[in-house]
Every structure is written in structure tokens, then in C-alpha cells.
């Protein structure tokens, strides 16, 4: 049974250098458009769900052609509001080995987005009629008003019966110094507010504050995350831990924290082709386990294969079907027994 | 002294996505044309010989492309008749990791292969002078007329003197459902009149319904080749093993049951740019060993060879000459014993 | 005031050789998916209606590619069935001055749109809530079953309100020899069914068999069409006339008889980038004044300003706005001022 | 004798979508870097003179890939200040026959160069040594504080005996509606100060306000230019003529006030493949015929066949040789005696 | 019926900047391999004949690349040598409108074929069976050794029964100052010797030395080429008129002189897209008329509409069929009733 | 505190099939200019000191080409000479696993560089300024004529207190058979008159002829470099021991000799994407150290990341900047921690 699930984010536009040269070597760039919101809204439009994307674009042709792209991921962009000047952007440089990729982003605060005012959104009708409302802390990191924007839409999504959906994906870039002690606050108030959230021990830790006595990671997820959940009145905490080996590959293994205890993937090892969005593809996977009912451990599962594939295709946006992501996860498995 | 050889067969264009897009994600395909007909003649006349390929083919401008770029390969087109109206092709999504490439076909049966009807070829013509006739499996599946040609083709060459070649290549989605049973007696027919054929363990149990108390693999090949061969009166039966390494190399053995014994390649591990052709470039291997009076240890060392480079390049036409072949031998032979 | 329009046709393919390379010489392909019904539903949605196309595709990746590039059209591709195997293809390669452009088909008779049978399609809901349902020529040449659903469409539109238009672009190459004749009677029924067809004195002459003594074409054209519409009660119809000047540029007419008088537009003038599709421009420039209730003068203004646009942008599917529809015709009319 | 020239202007990044789909249709991009300082730089140093630019970049891989640009077209790039954040861009979708091309900007304020403040630019050394410094009216229509830049140079340029160049392009898009009279005081300011400037009729009649009693706009220049020279103490004043053909061909007449009298270039006719920066190549070339002591006759006339040329290359900036301006003189000449 | 031409000439790889960007611009270049012989060779291998090349290629990649590209055009190659050690370049920059393409060419006389001494080719064998033998004026300039190869071959031809066809086609720039006079003799030597000349009046003017009254260069050549037939006996001298209308059209007509008159086609105007290559088409046709014993009306005709058509194909090679080139004389003859 | 260095060397153009195609199958080229004073000048540029190319390149658009990239790399060409014809060129394939890459050269002797004769440099002021002049084994290679300006430019170097570095990298195929023997006595000049020298244990036994009783390369190393520093006067001499995985990884560990004993860098293992020029990266950070007066483990450490970096970038020239040497010498220090 479809859902119908709201993102609220801003739309970035993704200027990639092909290959492996630099902005200085090279003379082309291949762009899509992407986000946290875009990519969230998309992965579940391809779980065949109805993923709708509330934002602001300009109405010019690089509006037009994000609008055009979104369409493409399958995302609805009828809840899209036309305004303002301008679009984030970020331009990719390809790392190879010792050598890390690059990102360079535009001037983004002048974006349509960020230049939103108070009386834009009707915040009721974009949530109206939402299973699910995906909110993030990249948004809640702009300034105040996209910060109202991304409160009253929880608000208002709670109030008419919608999951909130929060993740913490806290980045350091855009809070700047003394940035968890500015961003603590906000984080408290979205986490009241919301039903599910991505979350890992850094988070509890850092932005919330909260204390340890434990030194290995893997304890302090144990131990915060259940105080978070029960603190804050989280029914669902999902998240996934990471580490690259000395061959390149990735690996990562996800976990869910419901109903009083954890449930985790395995442990999946990949070569990357291209990093940006997993995280989303994650958060898209537990969306969809809640959304179909799947045990915990299902949807761990579901969730960290979701993400695994979104680092095997191109751009930010994960593309994959659900009978794609169950096969790779049996695959996964077979390769694992052999 | 070089040969001569015919090959029958389709000639398929080949539509890839360039990169690791899908189709829905690109707007830009590649294109080439193969099959094991041409795969075969093609890595032949790289060999030095002269590789022909017998085949039908449109007259409109895809026709002209594929002959144009047979020709290009080093095959002789003299032999081709044109007529019928379409061309196969298959498209292809290249995977990664985790994620398994992708084939989609057009309408194939209505190729202009497939509808060439029975007085299409001149029989006797399109195999004389030759010192090689190469059939295969995949046209044997086709429908009865394609299968009428084959078998007529062994007939009419066995009578004139030439080497019959066959490649068992069983691909289960062309037989259907029961497929292994309304094969068995093509494939016997066509085993009674070749003198070489590509066959492994798996051709003689479920193809040929031959009987064995092994349960390991290479103990049913060492059992049941050599009860083949004698059955069906085979000078040369070969073959590959293949195995995927969890870091994604591919490692291949070959074989060569030949004067009651069988002769083994090294086990070469590499890993692969584009997997589709090497099966012929280790066919075309034997063919020129035999052609060349190769020990069956020579044989198998060069067919293996060839075929891995076959992984490593561009294509599913293998390009590699005789002294590239040798020379990946030796490379690798030394790689081993560091 | 947006309406809903509802267009049934077969979606195709299109593989064009980039630059002026034939495909002997080139190894690259742009693709594209287009077709009338995807033209014209297109066109619509760029100004401001809701484009439906009623069609079938298959499940596979190309039927995947080719629904995301119809989302990206802004076509609503809900009403679209899933089925079949094939998708008809075609292969573009582009003229140059005196050589003229190539077009070769694929097995279309296979796709999964003409292969759609009788009781696939449920016209009712495919048609429901519909402003305009456009059918064509083009489908109605395919085989009794395509035609039945065009029909079947025609009258559950009428009886649901919907205007009828029918564009009747008869293609030779589909109807073979003796053509004209077999197709009368499909025509005959269609004409009788629609408010609007697009239409001119050649179809009244060679395909209805409308007699005249004129000699000139546009005497026929004054004469035949208000006898067509009188003798079939045809509310519009409409259509162009074009010519090729030494130059290459292309100069075309447009004209529209309605109310038992003719309005004909600017004859413009321009250079061609891209031809296909220029016709749907047109008639979806009709329906669009048809839709706003502009004159009959202002309409084939405006459609004749749509196709001429539709010359100059990329593939087959128009893309102007209408403020670029008027700003284009108010230029062009200063031009012909100066 | 090479002559040293310093131009103060914004690096634009230029991102131009290939061949002729829109921004909403194509996922590719190329890209380079101009602006009139930078285009008037490129064409001097082509014409072996020593162009330096004086700007502002940002230090991040943006601004290093625009100074690796600028280096290789020859731009001595040893003034560039580094600071700031970002750089100016513009998006370019090429035009085709009657659809005209279309630029969109990004935040364009928020520059590296339109937010470097009071005290950032050393105005002495930036013009230390100079024969010319060239200024323009985009600068200096950005905000007070770079306008204060473009003064505070051509003031510093004029102590030191640098010949003054000021370029009035005036954009409407730029000064907002009552442009023209926000706009008077600064060009008044700049014409006072220059020795050279490109202006035409309009920015005497519009921006200047000067009164005429014609209308012909060829009668408004000879009026105007005159008394504007006399006004402001102008030395030269150069500028184009430039009229559009039906066949898309461009003709260009150039001309220069010198001295108390005109001299005019031929009517050039041309092809047009990339028009931006055709201007710059004027001016530049006016510049090289002032820095060569070439008469006014040889000076427009150089300069318009240089025009001419940047309308046939790709990119904004110029890059033809001076030996190169000249045969396309000939050329040009000898086409018109035929 | 398909006769055997052997052409006798250089390979040249030929490098073009894509578009319209210099070589200092762009990054990329798409190669070919051409020349003289090679294009008569294509040209009428796809009229349907066997041609054959001979020449000296080097055996390492770029030697293998062009024997792989000769026999895409349909070439036969076997009486290729395999020697030396380089390929002669050509890197080609595309000029627009006033602006003129550019051809810079690599070390050409170390070339595999400038070096090839004098005792590589065996001419006996190089030319047995041909009908006809083609030569040509550029190896003719190259040194003694290839002037050498070039009357020898003429010789072998002559007694084998060849016709012999010899192209002028004088190129200033490599026989130098004086050049007309050192070449001379060369020339004489060869039109002695052949029976069919591409010839015109300059030729016989300034190579030969041939005195005339007229100024008017139609007048020469009614004058000089008959004189020319008479002196050194060609049976058959043909060639065209050429000039560049000021749209950037070309006009081009040819004409056949043989059994003492003249037959001209009709003039052909036409746009271009690579213009290299054009005269051997013309070559080829009068070749293939001689073949196929059309009339000199005919055969004039079917040449000026293969020299058209070559205009218009990418690369110097020219790709048209025989069907081709009758469908665009037919058009263009339309055209002109028009 | 920058330093002015010059390198005196050839300019090649590099011509590179894209991907894994060979030169037979593909159509397309990439082109960059490098060699090993190209890369040792960019590689210094890129560190913040000036530095100058010392070579002669012809007028003509590759000559252009060339100076432009040489710019955009950051080379300082105003002590580049142009005159000659020809640049040298090498075509590069890409190998992939087994399938080693591939080099095919131009006819190179006839370059502008190694054609340039004996009065054509002014040494004097090709090396007035500078801080260390660069000359390497490749140019001394050439000629005798290029060979006389390589010593000439050593001797003016040391007159003018530059430090000379001297890179011995011996090619066998330049040298021919018996070229160590050939090679030696110019080595010797070399080494005597150099401050700093890249050479190896092979270069002190093979070139030199120096003995020794050890096997192992090490314990060579050890022995001889001390002995050849003594020798010949040499303050520094430094290298690298290169070794490649079996899983395709390449192993660096690089040394210096000084002041009487080696520092040694970490061995780092990476993958490589460009491996031409990583050896002038490690020359290039051996002289930044010098320049910076590092410690000779600090120099060292600094050129092997420095390497490292080079075989991470597309191109033969390095682009690391010193920040990225140092924290990819960093990151590599944690990688091997972990």
C-alpha cells in the first residue's frame, strides 16, 4: 500500500567535473539536481510510494530545469512554490586514492530557498494528507526563517496525524565555531517533536550534550541512544556506522532502535562509486520498512542494502527499486555464506 | 600457415550506456556489433587467419554499419547475404559492485538471422575452402529453420573436409521452460558431427542427461568428458572454470581433453573491463592451437590467455594478436611465481 | 484556466547519430522517446495543461527510461499500461543540404503498444474526466487491434463530453500499397467521431476521395475542407502548408476553418534545427486556442508560431511556453514590419 | 613596441550548455571565464601587447581554475587580488533561428569581486606603469563601493600618466528602472576622466541626456559624439553600428572620432558563431591602433575586422593575432570587389 | 559489373579539433585516416568495385589503426607493405564564416611511405589484374624514390593492360619556389602515360607550359585542355569549376573532354560541410563511368553529383552509393525546374 | 620565500585514446603538452616559486597550443624560443590489468627542440636569475647538438651560482644498443658538474660502470650512490624504489643522500590513475625542500607524497599544491596507524 510522504528541503544543483581532473584542467561539467529532501523524496517515489518535495525554486531556466529533473526522479512538484532568484549550487571534483574529492559550493544563502520569507509556505497544505513528513538539520542550520519554516511544518504535521520524520545530519560547516551550543536548542525541539529520527551517539553526544563514561563508540551508541529516545519520546532511532578499508571499499552496518532494543544489519562491504546521498537512501529504507510494517530487523536490513546501492549508481539521488534492494541484499548474504 | 575459417551466426548490435548510468539515466548509448559468430572470426583474423563469417543481414544503413565494422574487425564479409529487415540488439547497463550489469533485447526474432528461410544459403558455397566450420548453440536455439542451417552447415562441411566446431553455450532463457530436454536432441546431432567442441560438465548432466555419482564439479568434468567424447566420437572437448573473488577479479582455468588426457591452464586471476566475448576468445584460442599444431598444454595455455585478455578490452570482439597473447602467458606466469 | 487533455499513441525510441555522420561512420547515439501522442501531450503540458498519454510500455529498463523521460516531458504518465516486450525504436541520421536526413525503423510491429490486445486497455477510465482526447493517423495504420482502440477511444470520449480531435497524418510507408483505399473506411469513422481534425485537401482527395477540378492546391484546399467538415460535421479543422526554399529555411502557413470560414496565419520564415514534431506543435497550438477560446485568427497564429518554434529546439517534442509562443510571433511579425 | 594595458573588471564564469538543447533538456555544461576586462585583456596580449587584469578572485578551486584560464589566454595575472568567496556566473543556452539565446545569472553581488571593500585594491600599484587602463560600465553600475574602485583608478591611472579608456556599456538590467538618471553622475564623472571612450547615441541621448532635434539615429551620432568629445574633453570615441539580416548574418560598421572628424570602417557582413565579447575586440582594437599610432581611417578599420573575427570563434574573449585581423581585412576587401 | 582499381598513394591520419574551437582552445581531436588514394579507393569500393590500395604503413598502432579504418571504408587492403616507422598528420582546425580553417601538418617526409626505398614495392604484382591504375600528383611531389614508385607503376599498369589514370593535382606548397618548373618534367612523364587526366587549364598553363591568347580562364580551358589530349594522348581528361557564392555556398561544375568534345554538367550549388576529399569523389565518378561505359554526359554528370555529395559526408573519404548519387542528381535537377 | 628555477627540455605533445579503447577502435583523442621539464616547471610553479621553461617551439597552432597549455600550467614561456617545424608527439593507450599500456611516438628527431642548432640559445640569459637550473638524461639523449646545449647550459648555470640538478633517467630506447656505453662519458660530464642528482643504484653500475659485490638492490643502493656522491662531487643525490602489487597498487618509497647519509620516506601504497611524470613530481619536491632548506627527511617525506600525488591526477604534469603534498603526507601517516 503506497504512502504519501513530504520532503522539505532545498534543491541543490550539482555541477560534477567528469572524470578525474580538476575545475582547472577540465572545461566540462555534468549537473543534476539534488538534497537531502530531493533524494529522500525520490528513493521512496522509486519504492513506489508518492514522494512529494515542499520547496522554493526560481522561475527561471535553471528553476525550470530542476523542476524538470525532479520530475524525472519521479518526485510530485506540485507542492513546489516558484520564487525568489536563485539556486544553491555545489560544484564535485573527483578524488582518486590519496587524493580526496573536492566540493565547492555558490553563494547559497541567496538562494530561492534560503530567501523564502515568513508568510511563504502555506505550511497546512503542504503537509495536508502526509503518512510521513521528512524534515532535516541541514535546513534548520540556514538561518531563522528557514529554521521557522522547518518547526511550523513539524508542527503542523503533527497536528494533522503525519510521522515526523527528523534527521540530525549535523554539519559542521554550516553552524560554524561554538556551532553545537548555537544548533542544541533547535535539534531539542525537532527531536520533541518528531516520530522517527537518524541519529548516531556523535550527535547525542555533541549537539544534545548528553554524558558518557564510555570511550568506544560502539558503547555509546548503546547507551545514548536509548536514554535519546526515551528523553525526547522517539518511537523509532535509526542510523548507521561506517568505515573505509585500506583497499578503498566501504563498510557499513545499520541500526534500529525500537520498542526498547536495537536491531542491525550486517556488516555490508562495496567499492563506492559515488558516496553523496546514501545517507538519504538509509533514511529512505527505514521509511519504508515503517511504512510496510517490516520488523525492525527487516527493515535494518532493507535500509542498509538501500543505502549500499546508492553508493553503486550515479548522482546523489538513490535509484533503486525495492525488488533491487532485496536482491542485493540476498546476494550480499550468498556472498557472505560462501 | 594461416587458415580459414567460417563462423554462423547472428550479428547482434550492441547499445551500451556509456559509464555507470542506466538508461533512464543517460541520454547516450555506444554501439558496436558482436556475437559469438563474430566474436569467434574476429579474434581468428586477429590470429592471422582468415575468419569468415556466414550470416544474414538487412540491407538498410544498421546492415551497412555492421558490415562496415566486421570489416573493420578483420573479418571477410564476402559471405554474408543481405536481406530481411532488422537487426537484433541488446542494450546494456553497465553494474558496479554490488550492482549486477543489465541486458535488455529487442525483438530478436524478428532479425533478419532469424528469418532467413530455407533455400536462403548456398550451403555447399558458404563452407567451401575452409579449413574450420564454427556452430553454435545460440542459433541452434533460435527456431527450427536457424537450427535446419546449422545442422546442414556441420553436414556440408564435415563432407568437404573441414574441422566442425561446436560451442555447446546453452543459454536456458532461449530454450524456455524443459529446455534442457527439447535440446538434448539438437545438441546430440550436433556432437555426433563435430570433431571439436566447447562443452563443460554441467552441457553433459543436464543437456546430454548423462549420469554421475560425483557431486564435486570438476570431479563430474573429469568423469564425464572423457565418456562424452567417446560417445559421441569429439577429438577435442574444452573448456573453462571461472570464479568471482570477493574483490571483484574474476579467476579462470581452462581445459583440453584431447587423445584420452586432459591438459590444464594456470589458474589466472585479473580483473575485468568487459566480460561478454571472452568464451570465444578462449574457442578461438583452442582453434588456432589446433590450427597451429599446438601441444594440448600449449593450447590451453594460449586459449586462457587469450581469453582473459578478452576481459580487458574494449568490446565483445576480442583484439589481441598472437604475440600480446603470449606475451600476457608469460606476464602472468611470472606474477605467479613472485 | 488549465484543462485536461488526453492523447493515445505509440511511444518510440529515437536514436539519432550525433553531428552529420551516418551510422557506417559514428559509434554514438543520443536517445530520446517521442511519438504524436507524446508530442502533443508534451506541448499541451508546456502550456499549462494536464497532458495525459494513454499508451503502453514494457516493464523492463528501456520501458523505464522511457516513462522517466515522458515525467520529464511533464506528461502524467498515470494513465499509461505496463505490458508487452518491445518498444518500437527508430535510428536518425541527419542530412546535410542536398543529402537528405535517413530514418530506419526497428520491429514495431512487436512493441508492446501493437501488441496491446483487445481487452487490455479500460477506455473508460483512460478517457474519464478528459477536456480533449487526441487520437491519429498514425496509430490507426498499425493492425485491427490498434484500430479498434482508437475507435473505442473516439466514442467512450464523446460520450464522457470530451472534444474528439484527430489528426489524420497518413503515412504511406505504414498503409502499403493500395493504401488510400484500405484506410477510407478507418478515416471515414474517425472524421464522424471528432470535433477537430487536422487535416488537408490531399486527405480529402486521395484518402476520402473527394473529387474536384482544381488543379492548384490551395483552390482544392478552399474547396474540399468545408465540404469535409460539412459532410462529416467537423466543428475545426486545421493544418499548414509548407515549402523549402533554395536556402533551406522553411516557410509555412497555417490555416483553420471554423464557423464556415477560413483563417489563415503569417506565412513565417526560418532556418530548421530539428523537423520532427513540428505538426503536433501545430495541433496542440489549435487545441490550445480551442481551450482558451481564442479567435480563429489569434489560434492559427499562435499554432503556427508553436510549430515554427518547435523547428528550432532539440528532439521531437515541442517545449515552448506560451509567452515564448507570443513572443516568437510578435518578433516575427516586427521582421516581416521592417 | 609592446604596450602595457591594465583592465579592471569582474571574472565571470561562463557556463554554456552545448549544441543547441536547453538547460531542462541536457545534463552538460562548458565552461570558461570572461568579462569585458577580461576579454579587452585576452585581445591585447593576442595582439603581443602586455594585458594585465585587475581583480578580485576567491581562493578556492573555482578561483584557481579562472586563473589558470586567464593564464592560458595570455593575461598577466599578477594584480588579481585573492579574497572573497565566490565568483559571478552566467548560464548560456544558444538561440536557434527565430528562439533567441537566453543568459541567466547566478547571485552575481556576493562576489569575490563585488565584495571587495574600501581598502582591499592598492590603486597606484595596480596602474603603476601602464600606457592604458580600461574601465567600464558594468563595474560601474555593480554598487558604491566598486564604483569607488573604478574612480579612485582612472584618477590614480591619470596622475601616472596612463591614457584613461572607459567603455559606457551601459545594461539596462543592471541600474533598474530609472537607470538612466541614477546612472548620469558616474558616467559624467568617468567621461571627465578619460582620454578614449566607446560610447554611441543612446549613451549620449539616454544616459548623458543630451538633447537632438533628429531622429535617424546615424544623424543623432554625428550630432552628439561630436559635442560629447568637446564636453567632457574626450580624445577619441569610438563604437559599432550593428545591424541583423533575415538570413541571421550580422553587418558592422565601426566608427572613430578623432581629431574633429569621423572616420568609418566598411560595412562588414558576417556569419555569427558566438557574438559575446565582439564589442571588447572593437575596443581593443581601437586600443591597438591608438598604442600603434595608426591613423583613425586604419585604426576603425582594424578594429571592426577584429569585431568581425570574435564573432566567429568560440568563447567571449578574442583571439585573433593581429596578422590574422589584417588578411581578414583583406579578405573581406577583396569579397566585396568581386 | 565491378571492375579493380588501384590507387597508389600516402596515408595521412588526420586529426580535427572538433567544432569550431583552435587547437589552443580545445583538448580533444577526432582522428581519421585519408589521402588521395585512399579516397579514390573508398569512393568506388562503395560503387560497387574492388579498390585496392597500395602504399607503406608502419606496423605499430597507428599503423594497425589505419588498416583497421581503411577496411571499414570498404578498401582492400592486401597490397598494403607494412614498414617504416611513421604516419604522415594533418591536424585540421575548422574555420567559420570570414575566418579560415587551418591545416597543420606533422613531419610528413619521414613518413613509412616517403621512406619506403627503392626496392619495397614489387610493381609487377602490386598492379596485376587491375582495370584501372590511379596516380596522382601529391607522391609525385614527395622526393626521387616516390616519383620513382609512381612511373614505375604507371609503366607496369600500361604493360599489364591497366588504364591508367593520373590526377595533377599540383599543390604549391610542396614543390616550393620554381616548383612548376622542377615539376615539369614529372608531369610530362606521366601524362604520356596515362589514359584518363583530372586536369585543368592552370595545369596545362603553368605545370605544362602551354601557351595561350585568352585571359578568360573558360577560354583556356577550351583551348588548352583539347591541345593538352592531343599532345601527349589521354584519351579522357575531366575535372571541375569551382566558386563560392557570398552565402558560403559553393557552386562547382564539371567537365569531361573525350573523343574530341567537351561534356559539361549542369552547375551544382550547394552548402558544405567538409569540403576535403571532394575532387576524388569527382575522380572516382569519372572513373566509375569509364567503367561502366556511360556516356560522357552521363558520366560528367554522375561525377559533379559524387564531388556534390562529398561536401556534404564527414570525413575526406567519400560514402556515397551509386543509388545516392543518382537520387541527388535527380533532386537537384528538380530543384532547378522549380 | 620563492625561488626562480629554469628546466631545459623537450615540449611533447601527448595524444590520449579516452578510456580503454585502443587506437584502432576508437576516433578520438585527448591532447596535453608535458615532458620532463614541462612537468618540473609546473610541479615548481605549482609549489609558489617561478618557474621557466627553456625549449624551442615552432610558430605554428600546435606551437600556440603548447604555449598556451605551458601557460595554463603555470610556466613562465618568455625564455621559450620558437622556431623549427615540428613538435615531437607520443599516442597513449590505456592498459587495464594484464593489458599493459601502450606508447607509440612521431617522427621526434625532427622537433623543433631537437633540430634547434648550435647558436640558437643564448645560454647566458636562458639561466641569468635563477636559483637552480634543471637539465635532464633525456634531452642528453637526443643528439649531440642537444647534448652541447645541455652541457653549455650546466656550465653557464654553475657560473651564475644556480644550483644544477641533473635527472639521469636513462631510456633505453633512446640510446639504442650498447647505449650505456655510449651514455657514459655524457653522464660523467653531468654528474660532475651537478649539485643535485636524481639517480639510482642501476645508473651507478650501468652507466657509470661502477662495481660492486652485492645482489640485492638495497644493499647497491647503499654501497654506490655515497661512492658516486664522493666521486663526482655531488651534494645531493635522491630517488625512489618503486614496487606493484599484485592487486594493482603501486608501493613508493623514496631516499635521500646528504651530508653523508640517506633519509629514507615511509613506503606508501597506493592506486595509481596517471602514472607518466610521478618520478619529476618526487625531482620537483626534492628541490621545494632544497629551496625551503627542509631537513633531508622533511624533503624527502615531502617528495614522495609529492609523487604520490601525481599518480592520483590526470595529465603527466603534477598539480599538488604544497598544503595538499602536506596533507596527503599526513593521511597517510594515520592510514598506516590504524
Redesign the interface.
Known sequence: MPKRIAAFGEVMMR?QVP???????S??????FSGTGVNLAAALSRFGHDGYLVTTLPE???G??A???L????IRTDRIRRGG??IG?Y?L?N?????PS?V?Y??RL??SFNTAGENTYDYRSAVSDMDFVHLCGIALAMNDTVRGHVKALAQEAKRAGAAVVFDCNYRPSLWGADGHAAARRHYEDMLTLCDVAMMNEKDARLTLGMATAEADPDAQLQELIPKAANQYGIRVIAGTRRSVG???THTLRGYVYKDGRFAFSKA?T????DRIGAGDAFAAGVIHGEAEGFSAERTVAFAAASA??A?????DSP??TVP?VFR?LD??GM?VER
Chains 1, 2, 3, 4, 5, 6 share one sequence.
Do not use: C, N, W
Request: hydrophobic share 35%.
Open positions: 555541477l572524470g578525474f581532473e580538476t575545475l582547472a584542467q572545461d566540462t561539467l555534468r549537473y543534476t527561471h531556466s535553471l525550470e530545469a523542476i524538470a529533473y520530475r524525472k526522479l519521479g532568484k536563485h549550487m560544484f571534483e578524488g582518486f586514492g590519496p587524493r573536492r565547492t555558490s553563494d541567496g538562494s585500506s583497499d578503498g555490508l562495496f567499492p563506492v562509486y549500499m546501492l553508493h553503486t549508481t550515479a548522482g535509484i533503486a533491487e542485493a546476494d550480499q556472498d
